[in-house]
């Protein structure tokens, strides 16, 4: 249901100058100016080549963190998480990841959301058959990748149908066909206390809500406005 989520954070580096279990990072320096004047800053770029995470940041600390939450629990993003208590494991997961660099991140607002199913089918013929169609969420037309996928891409949003197969393991025709709704920072908000919307946060999403998420966005599409809801 979901899969790649990107945080803000904020927090210091623990040990990033002995990294070890799966850990790499990339450093560069990079020229600022602001009213105060020009000034080289320092970025770091760490990945977690086990479960593909990501943390960007500085020398102060880290700044982002981006990660597939099914990496977290299983060997690959293939299987989709379907229960809040797996959806709980994956953050439990994350955190324990990435306490390894950081032992005092704190996580904040949700920048980047993505949302997904899988289905049975031909991915080539569900390209063919959703690549004339327009989509709600975007006024551009549907880009079309050599029969392989179908997306929709907007500034806040982006819709993609591909073939899931070959993009995990170069398998074509594998009977796989994924529909997944990105969100960016923009649309990510939520209603807080007083039913003021605010930042979308990590520690609040739940798997009921994200399939309600999900199917708002992917039942403007004409060939899905039939999109079942979640089973209680």
């Known amino acids: 249901m979901i899969d790649t989520v990107k945080v803000a954070v904020s927090g210091s580096w623990s040990s990033v100058d002995r990294l070890s279990g799966g850990w790499s990072m990339r450093q560069s320096v990079v020229v600022e100016s ?21 943390i960007w940041g ?13 990496r977290q629990v299983f060997p690959h ?7 809040q208590a797996v959806l709980e494991d994956s953050l439990r997961s994350l955190h324990q990841v990435v306490g390894a660099v950081s032992d005092d991140l704190d996580f904040q607002h949700v920048s980047r959301l993505d949302t997904v199913w899988q289905f049975q089918g031909d991915p080539s013929q569900w390209v063919s058959a959703l690549g004339a169609s327009r989509w709600k969420g975007t006024r551009s037309e549907p880009r079309i990748f050599f029969g392989e996928s179908v997306e929709w891409v907007g500034s806040t949003q982006v819709l993609r149908v591909y073939d899931k197969g070959l993009e995990s393991s170069g398998v074509r025709g594998a ?10 920072a923009r649309r990510l908000k939520h209603k807080g206390q007083g039913g003021r919307a605010g930042l979308l946060r990590l520690d609040t999403l739940t798997v009921p809500a994200l399939y309600d998420w999900y199917r708002g966005h992917v039942s403007t599409l004409p060939a899905f406005k039939e999109v079942p809801p979640a089973p209680m």
């Open 58 to 70: 500085n020398d102060s600390g880290p700044s982002w963190v981006e990660a597939s939450l099914p």
């Open 77 to 83: 993003n293939g299987k989709l998480i379907g229960s």
């Open 34 to 54: 602001d009213e105060k004047g020009v000034r080289e800053v320092a970025s770091r770029f760490l990945t977690h080549r086990p479960t593909g995470c990501r």
């Open 175 to 184: 009977g796989v066909v994924r529909i997944e709704h990105q969100a960016k």
